[in-house]
């Protein structure tokens, strides 16, 4: 579990599309709808858990080949996740100049419409999870229910800290050349060492 946390830590703070989408909300309309997208994106999370545990689980049932065909696409998917965030160059870029009016519930469905109909979440999950179940410590699907749960709370706890000091995290970022330089080698790490967990 403590592995798992932390790699889901270390992910959830990596600049992606979902903690800039946050940060981007909170800057334009305060913390309080920073916090409401990250609710969204969260939730939708669950959906994405949900399809997991119950298509993992019947092909670990069902087949030892298969499960470990699985882990290898898992392990080169991240790597070409890993890949693609080497050639990008490192910089964050915040677009701050619109202010769109919605109300806080709209952004909870919309963070929520955005993480479901994201068929890169499921990719990724699929590739993630499998280097965290011990088939010998029982029921898989319930584990993968826990994890998904424990990625939940801890992406959530993120969001809304990001939210909470957004004017501040968004003036060292703009300033700080070295830091864009170092979260884009993070994430890097990141990537290659789960890929290296789930393939030993």
């Not at 993992?56 to 087949?63: D, L, Q």
Request: aromatic share 12%; proline share 4%.
């Amino acid at each position: 579990m403590l592995p798992f946390l932390l790699a889901s830590i270390a992910l959830t703070l990596s600049p992606g599309p979902d903690i800039l989408y946050v940060l981007t909300q909170s800057i334009s309309n305060g913390k309080k709808y920073g916090i409401a997208t990250a609710l969204g994106l969260v939730s939708g999370i669950l959906v994405h858990t949900i399809l997991i545990a119950l298509g993992v689980s019947a092909v670990i049932k069902e087949a030892e080949v298969i499960y470990t065909a699985i882990k290898v696409f898992g392990a080169c998917y991240l790597l070409w996740i890993a890949y693609q965030v080497y050639k990008t160059p490192a910089s964050i870029t915040l677009n701050t100049s619109a202010k769109p009016q919605k109300s806080m519930l709209a952004l909870v469905k919309q963070g929520f419409i955005m993480n479901v109909l994201n068929p890169k979440v499921t990719l990724f999950f699929l590739a993630f999870f499998p280097g965290f179940i011990d088939k010998k410590a029982g029921n898989v699907t319930q584990q993968i229910y826990v994890l998904g749960l424990v990625f939940m709370l801890q992406a959530f706890l993120i969001f809304a800290t990001v939210s909470i000091v957004a004017d501040k995290l968004t003036r060292f970022i703009r300033h700080n050349e070295k830091f864009a330089v170092f979260l884009k080698w993070l994430q890097i790490i990141v990537f290659l060492g789960i890929a290296v967990l789930i393939l030993v």
